[in-house]
């Protein structure tokens, strides 16, 4: 089955610097690859996603790129602000039919002000 | 916005009892799936469902059962509950031929003493 490795697990960032944070997939046929966004006390949430006809995708200060290649993707956040603290989950579909997702073990993000 | 909603945030529960999840979404989405939450281990696919009376095995299905009865619940049931069954558990919705899992609810966390 798909198998989705994410890193680093914490991450720690002064107030407007750059996070990155990244994720390897192992099938080849996964197409699509979301990233969520996890506050405290709440569900998981969609912040951004791209899919595999596309190398790049932003939204604001946040971006998400795809190498199919080496299978691997990641999430960008630029100028980071307190707010973007939270616990960030990548994904991709999973085989059992593709309509579930298989996701990453999650990375805390702590933005220092 | 789609609205998933959990029927209660936190549970406490002793070995051996059933145990019942709801999760109830407002938006007519064909998809519903429930996820287990630990640290260290992201979110793990325990069950889903594409329709009504439908339901397909996750990765980690042993000691849960799923009901869906109308389209817009769908039930978690911990048959008799042990103590490696505390977790979080989330619920989530999507569209019929979207990838992924769409809209998540706050999530239940169970403790089972």
């Known amino acids: 089955g798909e198998n989705v490795e994410q890193h680093p697990s914490t991450l720690s960032v002064q107030e407007g610097d750059s996070a990155v944070i990244k994720c390897t997939y192992s099938d080849s046929a996964s197409n699509y690859f979301p990233w969520y966004k996890q506050e405290l006390g709440k569900g998981p949430q969609l912040i951004i996603d791209?899919?595999?006809?596309?190398g790049e995708k932003k939204d604001q200060r946040i971006a998400v790129t795809l190498n199919k290649t080496a299978k691997h993707f990641s999430l960008h956040i630029t100028e980071t602000q307190p707010e973007d603290s939270a616990v960030y989950f990548c994904a991709s579909p999973s085989d059992t039919g593709r309509r579930a997702l298989t996701f990453g073990s999650g990375t805390r993000l702590q933005v220092q002000p | 916005d789609v609205k998933v909603t959990q029927s209660s945030r936190y549970l406490v529960k002793r070995t051996g009892e059933k145990v019942f999840l709801e999760c109830v979404q407002d938006m007519d989405h064909e998809n519903m799936f429930w996820y287990r939450q630990d640290p260290g281990l992201g979110l793990r696919l325990i069950y889903f469902?594409?329709?009504?009376?439908?339901?397909e095995k996750g990765d980690i299905p042993e000691g849960y059962s799923v009901s869906r009865e109308k389209k817009e619940r769908f039930s978690l049931i911990l048959e008799s509950a042990s103590t490696n069954q505390t977790s979080m558990y989330l619920c989530a919705s999507s569209l019929s031929g979207h990838s992924g899992s769409g809209s998540f609810g706050p999530g239940t966390r169970l403790l089972v003493l």
């Open positions: 469902s594409y329709d009504v009376k439908m339901k």
């Open positions: 791209i899919r595999s006809n596309v």
